[in-house]
């Protein structure tokens, strides 16, 4: 039986990528103008990801002013545009890492209004921090206790309006989990009415984990992760985020796997452009300094992401956002080892890219 396709997941995903702007629509549309010779492959891709988007915004016409402080993407501060998890991902979405199986609108609701002070508590710090920071085990010790989480905040490096969404969101949690499951309960009804389009996207996803010998297979085989033998994983497939892989350390000792659905086909379909077009995208990911300097730093030894945080001075998600591009790109591996993601270069690919830098300019004249 397959369960980890997550109705609840979804009827979010669909919210955040429309106050985002970043529909599935909208990414379809963008691909094909730039890949117009793939369109027809690509429409046949996201077909059912196209399907479902359109009986939703025919469900939920109208965003209510509430879905900005629900849905919108906070991000971090000192010039770092990478996006933290949003507000109703936190308080009722897969994150918290509470559930093995995928639970209704209701469960959930229940579940999170269960929690204890501690659990609470564990639940902010994991929106805040990543969880293997060495400096947050000193929070984690102290959930559940008075002010844990303002002296969470004041120690953060998050700017000071997502603090103050934050306080609101944790003085103020059950109303909030309420009012956040009155603006879903639309979405996750239409989806459920959609039973025969959203589970034939969801399982097309896990047939691929199965093909490929389970979950940790296909991790290693399409994105270089290496999930560790003992932890417990989380899958979550999103047929609304068909460009998305996330992997995210738990609350309590487990690892979420968040993984869009055709994202596979859609590299492989981007990698199908010319040679130049492969190149520049290979550069312009290099063009970053700081990302080129952690590429070097893993190639020197593996390093984990607190090693890295405290190396080049930025955030754990500003860490987590280069080591993924990374990571995708083939350019760098990351494992699972003693409670810590370690990330280190892969060679292979980084001696690919090479040779195809000088075939690209190889020529037949001797000189």
């Given at each position: ?40 492959q690509l429409e046949q891709i996201l077909a059912p990801s ?21 849905f919108g993407l906070d991000r971090s501060t000192e010039g ?92 103020h949690f059950a109303e909030h989990i309420k009012r956040l ?187």
């Amino acid at each position: 039986m397959i369960d980890y396709y997550y109705t609840l997941d979804d009827a979010i995903v669909y919210f955040t990528n429309r106050v985002a702007k970043t529909t599935v629509k909208e990414y379809y549309e963008a691909l094909a103008s730039k890949h117009p010779e793939l369109k027809k492959q690509l429409e046949q891709i996201l077909a059912p990801s196209l399907e479902l988007e359109r009986l939703l915004d025919a469900a939920i016409p109208n965003m209510d002013q509430e879905c900005e402080f629900f849905f919108g993407l906070d991000r971090s501060t000192e010039g770092n545009s990478q996006p933290l998890w949003n507000a109703a991902g936190m308080l009722l979405g897969y994150s918290a890492g509470l559930s093995l199986s995928p639970q209704s609108l209701d469960e959930a609701i229940e579940k999170r209004l269960a929690l204890s002070p501690a659990q609470k508590d564990k639940l902010f710090l994991s929106y805040m921090f990543d969880l293997e920071d060495t400096g947050v085990k000193a929070l984690l010790a102290d959930a559940g206790k008075k002010g844990c989480i303002t002296e969470a905040l004041s120690v953060s490096r998050l700017n000071s309006l997502t603090r103050i969404k934050l306080h609101e969101l944790y003085d103020h949690f059950a109303e909030h989990i309420k009012r956040l499951a009155e603006l879903l309960r639309p979405a996750v009804e239409t989806i459920e009415k959609s039973t025969a389009v959203y589970e034939a996207a969801a399982l097309e996803q896990a047939s691929r984990f199965e093909a490929a010998g389970g979950l940790a297979a296909y991790m290693i085989s399409n994105h270089s992760f290496h999930l560790n033998d003992t932890g417990s994983h989380i899958a979550h497939i999103s047929v609304l985020a068909p460009h998305t892989v996330n992997i995210r350390d738990g609350i309590f000792d487990s690892m979420d796997i968040y993984v869009g659905i055709g994202v596979v086909e859609l590299s492989r379909i981007l990698l199908q452009g010319s040679e130049s077009e492969h190149l520049s995208a290979m550069f312009k990911l290099l063009s970053d300094a700081t990302r080129l300097e952690m590429l070097k730093c893993i190639s020197e030894r593996p390093m984990y992401g607190q090693e890295l945080v405290e190396k080049f001075s930025v955030t754990a998600p500003t860490v987590s956002y280069h080591m993924t591009k990374l990571v995708l790109s083939g350019l760098a591996e990351s494992y699972f080892e003693g409670g810590k993601s370690y990330f280190r270069a892969n060679m292979k690919g980084i001696l690919a890219l090479e040779k195809s830098f000088r075939d690209y300019f190889a020529t037949n004249t001797k000189r």
